[in-house]
């Protein structure tokens, strides 16, 4: 009788993705922040579409897994908070980077 | 899934937000050419000198003009960024510029005859006439091209035209018709202006100051 036990082998990289990028609105703002030195919360909010309160969330996720780095400041009279990748961070995007094209490659068409 | 691991569309979503979703980018060169179509037309009533000098003032106003709407109205909807040194932006900038300069270099250089121009033997005479300006008109074109797919920003490729050809047709109208006002060109730079404007009123409309939480 053939096993009906899943083949886990296939299922290992999968399971060892970074959960903290691997949520979509993360893995924008981390996709996002990868191909630049530094964004302000603004240019974010504008270019991943993301409401105020939903990028803080997300935000506030990534800084606590040390993956940005988050300088408050003041523009004028406004404050205005600049967001960057740290080194933790970028090295993080690039291993789930290349475990998810390795998994996806894998897929049959 | 692809869409989201494409750095390299990344890359491009954030230079068009910062430098080309406003329009002004298009405003300014748009003005500029039109400001040489009627280059020829001031250097006869001012002479050569006063007139690269009038040239330079009105060009730097216009980068204040453009500079002062990008702080005033663009920054405050879409906030700002600094670009990285990344890999594709950097090579494309370094190609873009090289090419720009190069061309530049060669034009001036047989412009002002420090290098002779091509002799073409069994060419046709409209292209012996033309030659440089032909050449000129085809890397502008392949330069515009290089930068809309580099950059993913399709009106450049239009731009490319329309610079090219513009400069050759007044060109040609100069030498032929003894036409020094570069109506072609001025044709080009306006509807540069025209796209500007239209891309900024819908920028305006599509980013509206953001409602930011204490």
């Keep these: 009788m053939t096993s009906l036990e899943p083949d886990t082998n296939e299922l290992h990289p999968l399971a060892d993705l970074d959960r903290t990028i691997h949520s979509p609105a993360r893995l924008m703002v981390m996709t996002y922040l990868y191909v630049v030195e530094s964004a302000d919360f603004v240019f974010l909010m504008q270019l991943t579409g993301l409401t105020w309160g939903n990028l803080s969330t997300h935000l506030t996720k990534l800084e606590e897994a040390g993956y940005v780095a988050l300088e408050k400041g003041y523009k004028g009279k406004k404050p205005n908070t600049t967001v960057s990748l740290t080194e933790a961070g970028r090295a993080a995007f690039k291993v789930y980077k290349n475990g998810m094209q390795a998994v996806l490659n894998e897929l049959p068409d | ?214």
């Design chain 2, 1 to 214: 899934m692809s869409q989201q691991m494409s750095i390299r569309e990344a890359e491009r979503r954030v230079f068009r937000l910062a430098a080309f979703q406003d329009g002004w980018w298009d405003i300014l060169f748009g003005s500029e050419l039109i400001m040489l179509s009627i280059y020829p037309i001031t250097r006869r009533a001012f002479g050569p000198v006063w007139n690269l000098a009038l040239f330079l003032a009105a060009l730097a106003l216009l980068l204040i003009v453009v500079y002062a709407a990008k702080r005033s109205f663009v920054a405050p909807r879409i906030g700002q960024v600094k670009l990285g040194p990344n890999r594709s932006v950097r090579l494309g900038r370094t190609v873009g510029v090289t090419i720009f300069v190069a061309t530049f270099i060669f034009f001036i250089l047989t412009l002002t005859r420090t290098i002779t121009e091509p002799a073409w033997p069994g060419a046709p005479a409209w292209f012996r006439n033309y030659d440089v300006d032909i050449l000129f008109t085809l890397v502008i074109i392949g330069f515009f091209h290089f930068l809309g797919a580099i950059y993913g920003i399709t009106r450049l490729h239009l731009y490319g035209w329309l610079m090219g050809l513009g400069n050759l047709a007044s060109t040609i109208l100069e030498h032929e018709a003894g036409i020094i006002f570069h109506w072609p060109m001025l044709l080009a730079g306006a509807t540069m202006i025209v796209i500007g404007v239209v891309l900024f009123s819908r920028f305006l409309r599509d980013y509206p100051l953001p409602v930011l939480e204490a």
